[in-house]
């Protein structure tokens, strides 16, 4: 965490207080639905009504007092059709400020440039969620991404993109609890294969997601994870961390290789691993470290979590690495996405999204 006012470059410092209680309690919701095998709303409710003690809230889940029924009609109900954005159609119900439409981002589909979106959706924070979902969407069918990366998604929101996102096709991480997803503009990108690289000791059902596919005759492999949360897990994040560098060693020189996620790291955890290999470069750092876009997680600014701590980590990464013949895909800019709050008075996740442009050299 840097604090406003900081000098300029200083190292990301951290609160001794810790994780902010929100998200503690979602990661409860997490490990609650893993044992009971139910939705994160489920788990919520549960929780909540027992004090966030999990034992408790298992006890009495297992003799359960409330038709699980009731509650899953419930939330069915607000995945309605009239809170869906058809990504297909030229405009959306919910505005977006002009000042996000610039001509460098506009996705031009001459072949010349590749673009990508990877975000934090926050699917488990189930408050305003269907407009937080659209609004999600609605920065989708302003930029039309050929790839965009997605993590916390959870299965009601991956079965309303996979409804309304015709033009994509999606690829999922997994089907249960939450997870990642790469969805693959059909028009750009021919599909070939697909592979999940899991993590042995995830405590969070957490794994490495691979796609492989060309784009105007390159190759390419993509990569998404959301790496272990919250800073006393760091041990198995670091981990995780180099079974994803491994992964993008391993694959065939012949390909150019993009991994973006929530990477959750602090720097002095990249650090602490080694750096990354020569031939892999933080493509934030190698764009200049441009102020702009560093932060991804910023709760000064982004108000979801209600927390008053003020915490500025740059957790969501994108990292690259070029084929061995070079310079066929240049990354070129980077921006911020989500900075404006929907009707709901929220933005659409509490992480920022990315949008990266890349060169195409034909």
Same mark, same amino acid.
């Given at each position: 965490?840097?604090?406003?006012?900081?000098?300029?470059?200083?190292?990301?410092?951290?609160?001794?207080?810790?994780?902010?209680?929100?998200?503690?309690?979602?990661?409860?919701?997490?490990?609650?639905?893993?044992?009971?095998?139910?939705?994160?709303?489920?788990?919520?409710?549960?929780?909540?009504?027992?004090?966030?003690? !999990?034992?408790?809230?298992?006890?009495?889940?297992?003799?359960?007092?409330?038709?699980?029924?009731?509650?899953?009609?419930?939330?069915?109900?607000?995945?309605?059709?009239?809170?869906?954005?058809?990504?297909?159609?030229?405009?959306?119900?919910?505005?977006?400020?002009?000042?996000?439409?610039?001509?460098?981002?506009?996705?031009?589909?001459?072949?010349?440039?590749?673009?990508?979106?990877?975000?934090?959706?926050?699917?488990?924070?189930?408050?305003?969620?269907?407009?937080?979902?659209?609004?999600?969407?609605?920065?989708?069918?302003?930029?039309?991404?050929?790839?965009?990366?997605?993590?916390?998604?959870?299965?009601?929101?991956?079965?309303?993109?996979?409804?309304?996102?015709?033009?994509?096709?999606?690829?999922?991480?997994?089907?249960?609890?939450?997870?990642?997803?790469?969805?693959?503009?059909?028009?750009?990108?021919?599909?070939?294969?697909?592979?999940?690289?899991?993590?042995?000791?995830?405590?969070?059902?957490?794994?490495?997601?691979?796609?492989?596919?060309?784009?105007?005759?390159?190759?390419?492999?993509?990569?998404?994870?959301?790496?272990?949360?919250?800073?006393?897990?760091?041990?198995?994040?670091?981990?995780?961390?180099?079974?994803?560098?491994?992964?993008?060693?391993?694959?065939?020189?012949?390909?150019?290789? !993009?991994?973006?996620?929530?990477?959750?790291?602090?720097?002095?955890?990249?650090?602490?691993?080694?750096?990354?290999?020569?031939?892999?470069?933080?493509?934030?750092?190698?764009?200049?470290?441009?102020?702009?876009?560093?932060?991804?997680?910023?709760?000064?600014?982004?108000?979801?979590?209600?927390?008053?701590?003020?915490?500025?980590?740059?957790?969501?990464?994108?990292?690259?690495?070029?084929?061995?013949?070079?310079?066929?895909?240049?990354?070129?800019?980077?921006?911020?996405?989500?900075?404006?709050?929907?009707?709901?008075?929220?933005?659409?996740?509490?992480?920022?999204?990315?949008?990266?442009?890349?060169?195409?050299?034909?």
């Amino acid at each position: 965490m840097e604090r406003k006012g900081g000098p300029d470059g200083a190292p990301e410092a951290e609160r001794e207080e810790g994780e902010p209680e929100v998200k503690k309690r979602r990661l409860l919701c997490v490990e609650f639905a893993s044992v009971a095998s139910c939705d994160a709303a489920v788990a919520q409710c549960y929780l909540a009504e027992n004090d966030w003690e !999990i034992e408790r809230a298992l006890d009495s889940y297992f003799e359960p007092a409330v038709e699980e029924s009731a509650l899953k009609s419930h939330l069915e109900t607000t995945w309605e059709p009239e809170f869906c954005v058809d990504l297909t159609k030229e405009e959306t119900s919910d505005s977006i400020s002009s000042k996000t439409s610039t001509s460098e981002n506009v996705q031009q589909e001459d072949g010349s440039m590749f673009s990508f979106i990877t975000w934090n959706i926050d699917g488990l924070d189930i408050s305003n969620l269907p407009e937080r979902a659209r609004g999600v969407c609605s920065y989708l069918t302003l930029y039309s991404p050929d790839v965009v990366f997605l993590q916390e998604v959870i299965p009601p929101y991956s079965a309303y993109l996979k409804k309304k996102a015709s033009s994509y096709e999606i690829i999922t991480g997994h089907e249960k609890g939450y997870f990642t997803a790469i969805m693959l503009k059909k028009s750009r990108l021919k599909f070939k294969s697909q592979e999940i690289i899991p993590f042995p000791d995830t405590k969070m059902m957490r794994n490495l997601l691979c796609v492989h596919v060309s784009v105007s005759g390159n190759e390419l492999c993509l990569m998404t994870s959301h790496l272990e949360s919250t800073r006393g897990h760091a041990k198995e994040r670091m981990n995780q961390l180099k079974i994803v560098l491994k992964k993008m060693q391993e694959v065939p020189e012949s390909a150019t290789v !993009i991994f973006a996620g929530d990477t959750n790291l602090r720097d002095q955890e990249v650090t602490k691993c080694g750096g990354l290999p020569n031939n892999i470069v933080d493509v934030w750092e190698f764009l200049g470290k441009p102020k702009h876009c560093q932060y991804t997680w910023d709760t000064q600014v982004n108000s979801n979590l209600g927390i008053a701590a003020i915490c500025k980590l740059r957790f969501d990464r994108i990292f690259f690495r070029a084929a061995a013949e070079g310079g066929h895909i240049v990354p070129r800019s980077l921006d911020l996405l989500g900075l404006e709050k929907l009707h709901c008075g929220r933005f659409p996740s509490d992480h920022w999204g990315l949008l990266c442009n890349l060169d195409v050299i034909l």
